[in-house]
Protein backbone atom coordinates (compact mmCIF):
# COMPACT_ATOMS: atom_id res chain seq x y z
CA UNK A 1 0.00 0.00 0.00
CA UNK A 2 1.28 3.61 -0.60
CA UNK A 3 2.61 4.95 2.01
CA UNK A 4 2.29 8.76 2.89
CA UNK A 5 4.15 10.72 5.82
CA UNK A 6 2.45 12.24 8.39
CA UNK A 7 4.02 15.49 9.45
CA UNK A 8 7.41 15.95 8.47
CA UNK A 9 8.46 12.39 9.00
CA UNK A 10 6.28 9.30 10.49
CA UNK A 11 5.24 7.22 7.85
CA UNK A 12 1.88 5.55 7.68
CA UNK A 13 -0.20 3.88 5.58
CA UNK A 14 -3.15 5.89 2.52
CA UNK A 15 -5.33 4.43 4.72
CA UNK A 16 -6.06 4.18 8.30
CA UNK A 17 -8.32 1.52 9.80
CA UNK A 18 -10.89 3.03 12.47
CA UNK A 19 -11.72 0.23 15.25
CA UNK A 20 -14.32 2.30 16.74
CA UNK A 21 -16.90 -0.58 17.27
CA UNK A 22 -14.26 -3.74 17.72
CA UNK A 23 -15.14 -5.29 20.75
CA UNK A 24 -18.52 -4.09 21.09
CA UNK A 25 -20.97 -4.40 18.25
CA UNK A 26 -18.00 -5.66 16.06
CA UNK A 27 -16.91 -9.17 17.66
CA UNK A 28 -13.21 -10.04 18.38
CA UNK A 29 -13.54 -12.99 15.42
CA UNK A 30 -14.18 -10.61 13.31
CA UNK A 31 -12.06 -7.59 14.16
CA UNK A 32 -9.00 -10.27 14.04
CA UNK A 33 -10.02 -10.98 10.59
CA UNK A 34 -10.86 -7.33 9.82
CA UNK A 35 -6.95 -6.32 10.88
CA UNK A 36 -5.44 -9.43 9.33
CA UNK A 37 -6.93 -8.53 6.34
CA UNK A 38 -5.73 -4.82 6.44
CA UNK A 39 -1.96 -5.77 7.06
CA UNK A 40 -2.05 -8.46 4.73
CA UNK A 41 -2.92 -5.51 2.06
CA UNK A 42 -0.35 -3.44 3.25
CA UNK A 43 -1.85 -1.31 5.80
CA UNK A 44 0.10 -0.11 8.44
CA UNK A 45 -1.91 2.59 10.39
CA UNK A 46 -4.64 1.89 13.07
CA UNK A 47 -6.67 4.24 15.14
CA UNK A 48 -8.38 3.82 18.64
CA UNK A 49 -9.33 5.86 21.38
CA UNK A 50 -9.45 5.19 25.05
CA UNK A 51 -13.63 6.43 24.82
CA UNK A 52 -14.66 3.29 21.80
CA UNK A 53 -17.19 2.72 22.56
CA UNK A 54 -18.85 4.31 25.99
CA UNK A 55 -21.95 5.11 24.73
CA UNK A 56 -22.80 0.85 23.39
CA UNK A 57 -24.70 -0.87 26.07
CA UNK A 58 -22.14 -2.13 28.40
CA UNK A 59 -19.47 -0.99 26.94
CA UNK A 60 -16.93 1.68 28.90
CA UNK A 61 -14.29 2.59 26.51
CA UNK A 62 -11.65 0.23 27.12
CA UNK A 63 -12.69 -2.36 24.80
CA UNK A 64 -11.40 -1.27 21.55
CA UNK A 65 -7.95 -0.96 23.00
CA UNK A 66 -8.47 -3.98 24.62
CA UNK A 67 -8.88 -5.94 21.99
CA UNK A 68 -5.78 -4.00 20.03
CA UNK A 69 -3.91 -4.96 22.85
CA UNK A 70 -4.63 -8.94 22.40
CA UNK A 71 -4.18 -9.01 18.76
CA UNK A 72 -0.71 -7.16 18.70
CA UNK A 73 0.00 -9.48 21.44
CA UNK A 74 -1.47 -12.67 19.02
CA UNK A 75 0.03 -11.50 15.84
CA UNK A 76 3.17 -9.87 16.85
CA UNK A 77 3.28 -7.43 14.31
CA UNK A 78 3.58 -3.81 16.71
CA UNK A 79 7.05 -3.38 14.96
CA UNK A 80 4.53 -3.30 11.38
CA UNK A 81 1.87 -0.82 12.87
CA UNK A 82 1.52 2.94 13.57
CA UNK A 83 -0.84 2.83 16.45
CA UNK A 84 -3.12 5.96 17.10
CA UNK A 85 -5.20 6.62 20.10
CA UNK A 86 -7.12 9.83 21.57
CA UNK A 87 -7.36 11.24 24.83
CA UNK A 88 -9.67 13.84 26.61
CA UNK A 89 -13.32 12.70 25.33
CA UNK A 90 -14.06 9.98 28.17
CA UNK A 91 -16.75 10.56 30.37
CA UNK A 92 -15.80 11.53 33.96
CA UNK A 93 -17.27 10.25 36.56
CA UNK A 94 -18.25 7.32 33.73
CA UNK A 95 -22.25 7.31 32.95
CA UNK A 96 -21.96 11.37 33.41
CA UNK A 97 -23.61 13.95 30.88
CA UNK A 98 -21.15 14.13 27.44
CA UNK A 99 -19.47 16.35 26.47
CA UNK A 100 -19.86 18.40 29.28
CA UNK A 101 -18.27 16.44 31.52
CA UNK A 102 -15.45 15.15 29.48
CA UNK A 103 -12.20 13.90 31.15
CA UNK A 104 -10.35 17.00 29.50
CA UNK A 105 -6.60 17.68 28.86
CA UNK A 106 -5.18 18.73 32.12
CA UNK A 107 -1.20 17.38 31.95
CA UNK A 108 -3.03 14.81 34.78
CA UNK A 109 -5.12 13.43 32.71
CA UNK A 110 -3.40 13.13 29.53
CA UNK A 111 0.17 11.24 31.28
CA UNK A 112 -2.16 9.34 33.50
CA UNK A 113 -4.19 7.95 30.22
CA UNK A 114 -1.64 7.89 28.10
CA UNK A 115 0.20 5.31 30.79
CA UNK A 116 -3.33 3.59 30.75
CA UNK A 117 -3.81 3.13 26.75
CA UNK A 118 -0.35 1.69 26.43
CA UNK A 119 -1.00 -0.90 29.02
CA UNK A 120 -4.44 -2.23 27.44
CA UNK A 121 -2.39 -1.54 24.31
CA UNK A 122 0.78 -3.65 25.28
CA UNK A 123 3.26 -1.38 24.13
CA UNK A 124 6.26 0.87 25.78
CA UNK A 125 5.05 3.97 23.36
CA UNK A 126 2.40 5.47 21.35
CA UNK A 127 3.17 6.54 18.08
CA UNK A 128 0.41 9.12 17.28
CA UNK A 129 -1.26 10.84 20.29
CA UNK A 130 -4.49 12.88 19.83
CA UNK A 131 -6.88 15.35 21.71
CA UNK A 132 -9.48 13.76 21.27
CA UNK A 133 -11.61 17.14 21.72
CA UNK A 134 -11.11 20.76 22.78
CA UNK A 135 -10.85 21.37 26.63
CA UNK A 136 -11.23 25.26 27.35
CA UNK A 137 -11.06 24.57 30.50
CA UNK A 138 -7.59 23.74 30.06
CA UNK A 139 -4.64 26.84 29.09
CA UNK A 140 -3.62 25.63 25.22
CA UNK A 141 -0.20 26.24 26.33
CA UNK A 142 -0.89 23.69 29.16
CA UNK A 143 -2.09 21.29 26.94
CA UNK A 144 0.44 22.14 24.46
CA UNK A 145 3.71 21.50 26.80
CA UNK A 146 2.10 18.26 27.99
CA UNK A 147 1.68 16.57 24.60
CA UNK A 148 5.37 17.71 23.99
CA UNK A 149 6.55 16.34 27.18
CA UNK A 150 5.38 13.04 26.20
CA UNK A 151 7.02 13.02 22.75
CA UNK A 152 10.59 14.13 24.81
CA UNK A 153 9.74 11.82 27.13
CA UNK A 154 9.88 8.90 24.30
CA UNK A 155 6.67 7.84 25.08
CA UNK A 156 4.60 9.35 21.92
CA UNK A 157 6.16 9.59 18.17
CA UNK A 158 3.96 12.52 17.23
CA UNK A 159 0.70 14.38 18.56
CA UNK A 160 -2.41 15.48 16.84
CA UNK A 161 -5.57 16.96 17.44
CA UNK A 162 -9.53 16.07 16.20
CA UNK A 163 -12.26 17.90 16.59
CA UNK A 164 -11.17 21.15 16.72
CA UNK A 165 -11.58 24.51 15.57
CA UNK A 166 -8.88 25.42 13.16
CA UNK A 167 -8.11 28.97 14.38
CA UNK A 168 -7.20 26.52 18.33
CA UNK A 169 -4.91 24.00 16.05
CA UNK A 170 -3.13 27.04 14.48
CA UNK A 171 -2.29 28.63 17.89
CA UNK A 172 -1.50 25.68 19.40
CA UNK A 173 0.66 24.81 16.69
CA UNK A 174 2.13 28.45 16.97
CA UNK A 175 2.86 27.84 20.54
CA UNK A 176 4.88 25.13 20.25
CA UNK A 177 6.78 26.54 17.70
CA UNK A 178 7.22 29.62 20.06
CA UNK A 179 8.26 27.37 22.47
CA UNK A 180 10.89 25.19 20.35
CA UNK A 181 8.11 22.38 21.39
CA UNK A 182 7.58 19.56 18.80
CA UNK A 183 3.62 20.79 18.32
CA UNK A 184 0.72 19.03 16.59
CA UNK A 185 1.51 17.23 13.29
CA UNK A 186 -1.84 16.11 12.25
CA UNK A 187 -5.93 17.10 12.81
CA UNK A 188 -8.49 14.36 12.64
CA UNK A 189 -11.95 15.93 11.77
CA UNK A 190 -14.76 14.43 10.34
CA UNK A 191 -15.02 14.78 7.03
CA UNK A 192 -16.64 13.15 3.48
CA UNK A 193 -17.84 14.31 0.42
CA UNK A 194 -21.29 15.72 0.95
CA UNK A 195 -21.31 19.22 2.41
CA UNK A 196 -23.72 20.01 5.65
CA UNK A 197 -26.21 22.26 5.15
CA UNK A 198 -25.75 25.05 6.72
CA UNK A 199 -26.13 25.58 10.40
CA UNK A 200 -26.15 21.81 10.74
CA UNK A 201 -24.89 20.67 14.41
CA UNK A 202 -22.76 17.46 15.24
CA UNK A 203 -22.06 18.77 18.79
CA UNK A 204 -18.69 17.75 19.65
CA UNK A 205 -17.83 16.33 16.51
CA UNK A 206 -17.85 18.75 13.71
CA UNK A 207 -17.57 18.21 10.35
CA UNK A 208 -14.04 19.80 8.66
CA UNK A 209 -14.52 23.51 8.07
CA UNK A 210 -13.21 25.51 4.95
CA UNK A 211 -11.33 27.26 7.36
CA UNK A 212 -9.44 23.91 8.31
CA UNK A 213 -8.69 22.73 5.01
CA UNK A 214 -7.49 26.32 3.91
CA UNK A 215 -5.37 26.43 6.97
CA UNK A 216 -3.53 22.68 5.99
CA UNK A 217 -2.92 24.16 1.95
CA UNK A 218 -0.44 26.41 3.43
CA UNK A 219 1.07 24.17 6.09
CA UNK A 220 2.89 20.99 4.43
CA UNK A 221 3.94 19.77 7.63
CA UNK A 222 0.02 19.37 8.73
CA UNK A 223 -1.73 15.95 7.65
CA UNK A 224 -5.38 16.00 7.71
CA UNK A 225 -7.06 12.83 8.42
CA UNK A 226 -10.98 12.21 7.75
CA UNK A 227 -13.56 10.06 9.70
CA UNK A 228 -17.19 9.06 9.18
CA UNK A 229 -15.61 9.26 5.39
CA UNK A 230 -18.54 6.95 3.89
CA UNK A 231 -21.26 8.24 6.11
CA UNK A 232 -21.86 4.91 7.76
CA UNK A 233 -23.15 2.95 4.57
CA UNK A 234 -25.39 6.22 3.39
CA UNK A 235 -23.57 6.55 -0.33
CA UNK A 236 -24.56 2.63 -1.48
CA UNK A 237 -27.12 1.08 1.17
CA UNK A 238 -30.69 1.79 0.64
CA UNK A 239 -31.51 0.94 4.16
CA UNK A 240 -28.94 3.58 5.57
CA UNK A 241 -30.66 7.28 5.38
CA UNK A 242 -28.64 9.87 4.94
CA UNK A 243 -27.92 11.48 8.41
CA UNK A 244 -30.11 14.64 8.47
CA UNK A 245 -27.37 17.34 8.60
CA UNK A 246 -26.45 15.97 5.02
CA UNK A 247 -29.95 15.87 3.48
CA UNK A 248 -30.83 18.93 1.30
CA UNK A 249 -30.84 19.83 -2.09
CA UNK A 250 -27.22 20.54 -2.47
CA UNK A 251 -26.69 16.21 -1.84
CA UNK A 252 -28.70 15.60 -4.45
CA UNK A 253 -26.52 17.34 -6.64
CA UNK A 254 -23.68 15.74 -5.61
CA UNK A 255 -25.18 12.68 -5.37
CA UNK A 256 -25.88 12.16 -8.53
CA UNK A 257 -22.56 13.25 -9.86
CA UNK A 258 -21.06 11.27 -7.86
CA UNK A 259 -23.47 8.08 -9.45
CA UNK A 260 -22.65 8.76 -13.05
CA UNK A 261 -18.50 9.60 -12.41
CA UNK A 262 -18.78 6.15 -10.26
CA UNK A 263 -20.17 4.52 -13.03
CA UNK A 264 -17.93 5.99 -16.04
CA UNK A 265 -15.37 4.19 -13.65
CA UNK A 266 -17.01 1.14 -13.00
CA UNK A 267 -16.11 1.73 -9.11
CA UNK A 268 -18.72 2.29 -6.02
CA UNK A 269 -19.59 5.37 -4.46
CA UNK A 270 -17.83 4.80 -1.63
CA UNK A 271 -14.52 4.11 -3.57
CA UNK A 272 -15.02 7.56 -5.78
CA UNK A 273 -15.12 9.38 -2.41
CA UNK A 274 -12.19 7.87 -1.37
CA UNK A 275 -10.48 8.72 -4.26
CA UNK A 276 -11.82 12.06 -4.18
CA UNK A 277 -10.80 12.68 -0.78
CA UNK A 278 -7.28 10.96 -1.29
CA UNK A 279 -6.19 13.09 -4.15
CA UNK A 280 -7.77 16.63 -3.18
CA UNK A 281 -6.35 19.63 -1.96
CA UNK A 282 -5.35 19.34 0.51
CA UNK A 283 -5.06 15.19 -0.01
CA UNK A 284 -7.17 13.83 3.45
CA UNK A 285 -5.98 10.60 4.77
CA UNK A 286 -9.21 8.29 5.40
CA UNK A 287 -10.19 6.70 8.33
CA UNK A 288 -12.05 3.79 7.47
CA UNK A 289 -14.79 2.68 9.73
CA UNK A 290 -15.52 -1.03 8.65
CA UNK A 291 -17.17 -3.89 10.45
CA UNK A 292 -16.14 -6.98 7.67
CA UNK A 293 -13.22 -7.81 5.22
CA UNK A 294 -15.97 -7.50 2.35
CA UNK A 295 -15.70 -3.56 3.33
CA UNK A 296 -12.53 -3.34 3.84
CA UNK A 297 -11.74 -4.75 0.28
CA UNK A 298 -14.26 -2.71 -1.25
CA UNK A 299 -12.08 0.13 -0.06
CA UNK A 300 -8.69 -1.05 -0.48
CA UNK A 301 -9.76 -1.35 -4.38
CA UNK A 302 -10.12 2.69 -3.78
CA UNK A 303 -6.12 2.97 -4.08
CA UNK A 304 -6.17 1.83 -7.33
CA UNK A 305 -8.85 4.51 -8.78
CA UNK A 306 -7.69 7.61 -10.16
CA UNK A 307 -9.99 10.19 -11.10
CA UNK A 308 -9.10 12.75 -14.00
CA UNK A 309 -9.16 16.72 -14.15
CA UNK A 310 -12.62 16.94 -15.58
CA UNK A 311 -14.41 14.29 -13.28
CA UNK A 312 -12.98 16.29 -10.23
CA UNK A 313 -13.60 19.30 -11.90
CA UNK A 314 -17.31 17.65 -11.97
CA UNK A 315 -17.17 16.30 -8.61
CA UNK A 316 -15.78 19.24 -6.72
CA UNK A 317 -18.14 21.66 -8.79
CA UNK A 318 -21.44 19.76 -8.29
CA UNK A 319 -24.51 21.98 -6.84
CA UNK A 320 -27.81 22.34 -6.66
CA UNK A 321 -29.50 26.12 -8.51
CA UNK A 322 -29.06 28.90 -6.48
CA UNK A 323 -32.72 30.01 -5.60
CA UNK A 324 -33.29 33.91 -6.78
Known sequence: MEQRLLGEGLGVS????GTMYFGTTVDERQ????????????????????????????????ESEELLGRWLAS????????????????PDPPGAA????????????VRAQAAASMRRLGVDHLDVYYAHIEDRRTPLHDTVATFASLVTDGLVRATGCSNHAAWRVAAARE???ASGLPGFSCVQQRHTYLRPRPGADFGANPHVSDEMLDYARAEPDLTVLGYSVLLSGAYTRADRPLPEQYDH??????LAVLADVAAELGATRNQVVLAWLMGGDPPVLPVL????????????????????????????NAAAPVQL
Open 14 to 17: ALCL
Open 31 to 62: AFAVLDRFVEAGGTFIDTANTYSFWVPGGTGV
Open 75 to 90: RRVRDQVVLATKVGAL
Open 98 to 109: WPEHAEGLSREV
Open 175 to 177: IAK
Open 249 to 254: DDSRRR
Open 289 to 316: GVSSVSQLDECLDALDLVLDDEQRQRLD
